[in-house]
């Protein structure tokens, strides 16, 4: 038997504004309830129903920037003129503790955290159409027509940077997309790469 304790996967879910990236995560997190999820830190004032502590980590500017010189953050990133970060010791500890970690992040973000962390697992989340993307960040009803535009325009230049993922789910259904991420989870789990200890060890005691 395995007598280290592995180390836990980073599964790090982003894709372009309107994607679905957020229904996705909470979908997967109601279904996988071993998974811990990180909760990022912004500056953004908080959306309808979204809670402190649950949904973000709600700073000011000066308490972020304060976190920032701090060494606080895995990663931080101004988008939209409003900062976003993940909190570290989170996300470290549960690693350590062989917990997997879920990020739900923005693109910036997420290649900061792969220049980090390239072992971990970048799951692109794409709109079924670009025409859908639209109406998705419309049907927000939080930003203005300029806002909405200034959006648009951004996700149409993100999608260039889907190849520097590692898998790409589009968004669909999200049941569908859900069960596709949780198998990605489990092939990743079975790479031999992350199983090195286990089949050595195994190896060694049939000598």
């Known amino acids: 038997m395995l007598s280290k304790k592995k180390k836990g996967l980073l599964i790090v879910l982003s894709g ?84 997997d970690v879920v990020l739900e992040i923005d693109i910036q973000g997420a290649l900061k955290i792969k220049e980090k962390f390239p072992e971990g697992v970048f799951i692109f989340i794409l709109p079924p159409s670009m025409e859908e993307l639209k109406n998705r960040i419309k049907k927000r009803g939080t930003e203005t027509e300029e806002e909405i535009i200034k959006r648009f325009k951004s996700a149409y230049e993100e999608l260039n940077y889907v190849s520097r993922y590692n898998y790409v789910v589009i968004n669909d259904s999200v049941e569908e997309a859900v069960e596709k991420i949780k198998a990605i989870i489990i092939a990743e789990k079975c790479r031999v790469d992350r199983n090195k200890d286990l089949y050595l060890e195994i190896k060694e005691g049939l000598v």
């Not at 500017?61 to 931080?76: A, Q, R």
């Open 16 to 99: 372009p504004s309107g994607a679905g990236k957020g229904t996705i995560c909470k979908a997967l997190m109601e279904k996988e309830k071993d998974l811990k999820l990180s909760i990022s830190a912004t500056t953004r004032q908080p959306r309808s129903g979204e809670i402190e502590g649950k949904n973000y980590f709600f700073k000011s500017e000066e308490e972020f920037e304060k976190m920032i010189e701090n060494d606080s953050f895995l990663e931080w990133a101004k988008v939209y003129g409003h900062y976003y970060g993940t909190p570290k010791d989170f996300v470290l500890k549960n690693l350590d503790e062989g917990n």
